[in-house]
């Protein structure tokens, strides 16, 4: 089972004001900001990962707040919705909470027999709080005013809008090990059983809907779990030999990342489970350090000095 893709692993997306970013993520939704580093290919600007207490893969959400970005276009090619996986019974909790804010949300609807509430995050990327039809048995992260009654527990799916799904989904079925689940209308539900969690992805059928563009609240890609370096680059065969055209094997410090283009025009990444967050900060500080990759630790005082105050 482990020779395969194990879910989701992160989802990267672009912001504009990175405090805004962080409260959001942090305060409003409880999760916890478990990596504070720079883009290691543009150290001017952040790259904040949120997650669980540990950044178990499976349960990050991650930004490049650009301070300067335009607002970005949702539309195929891409990844439109987060689905986060939410305990039974909290949506009420959400709601409440989302309404004190003003943080833009939509009543609670249902989908696949899993009660869902729809909102956006400041700069409007679309996430999803799902109750799902599975119990989800991961730990979350707590804070004061979010506890884990209620708290997020990592992702329940992710959704891609895509002009025509086809290919899309033979990637998903005949590379990644994914199965077709359901449908209702437009929407495809896929899953993998090598995980219990972040084993979905959703693909919508949209013809009528125009491509993305990505800038801020947009998802930029879709990277999925893979157990090592070993496993990657199994998968990375696989994709070769299917005509895509993945990158070489890239040092991301805390995971070991592939990069490819799937057919539909998503970004996707394998992400290795090693060596996580806990390398270069103990588990009870992450995410308090600015945390640079050893090329641009020279030129720290003058990133730290680009870099907006948060
Ligand atoms: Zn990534």
């Known amino acids: 089972m482990e020779n395969t893709i194990t879910g989701l692993h992160h989802i990267t997306a672009i912001a504009s004001d990175a405090k805004r970013n ?8 409880g999760l916890r900001l478990v990596k504070k580093t720079v883009n290691f290919d543009d150290p001017g600007t952040y790259h904040f990962y949120f997650g669980d207490e540990t950044g178990e ?20 090619g891409m990844a439109t919705s987060i689905g986060y996986s939410v305990p ?21 609807a249902e989908r696949f027999g899993e009660k869902f509430l729809s909102l956006q995050d400041p700069d409007g990327l679309h ?29 329940h799916s992710t959704t891609l809008s895509l002009k025509n799904t086809n290919s899309t989904a033979e990637i998903l079925t005949d590379v990644f090990g994914y199965k077709l689940i359901k449908q209702e209308g437009n929407r495809y539900r896929f899953i993998t059983e090598a995980v219990e969690s972040a084993a979905i992805v959703d693909l919508l059928q949209s013809p009528e809907m ?19 370096e070993q496993v990657q ?11 895509l055209n993945p990158t070489g094997k ?56 680009v870099l907006p105050l948060i």
Do not use: C
């Open 22 to 29: 962080v409260e959001f993520y942090t305060s409003i939704l």
């Open 57 to 76: 893969p499976g349960t990050l959400t991650t930004f490049f707040p650009w301070p300067d970005a335009v607002k970005g276009r949702i539309g195929t």
């Open 88 to 108: 039974d019974g909290s949506l009420a909790f959400w709601a409440a909470r989302f309404k004190e804010f003003n943080i833009a949300k939509q009543d609670i």
């Open 127 to 155: 996430l999803e709080l799902i109750v799902p039809a599975r119990e989800d048995k991961r730990k979350p992260w707590e804070t004061n005013e979010v506890n884990a009654s209620v708290a997020i527990k990592g992702f």
């Open 210 to 228: 125009p491509a993305g563009y990505i800038a801020a609240g947009t998802n930029h890609h879709v990277a999925f779990r893979v157990q090592n």
């Open 233 to 243: 680059m199994a998968m990375r065969q696989k994709i070769v030999d299917r005509g």
């Open 250 to 305: 890239i040092n991301r410090d805390y995971f070991y990342s592939v990069y490819f283009r799937e057919p539909g025009g998503v970004l996707f990444e394998l992400a290795t489970e090693n060596p996580g967050f806990t390398v270069d900060e103990p588990l009870n500080e992450l995410g308090t350090h600015l945390k640079l990759p050893k090329k641009f630790e020279e030129a720290r005082a003058q990133i730290e000095r």
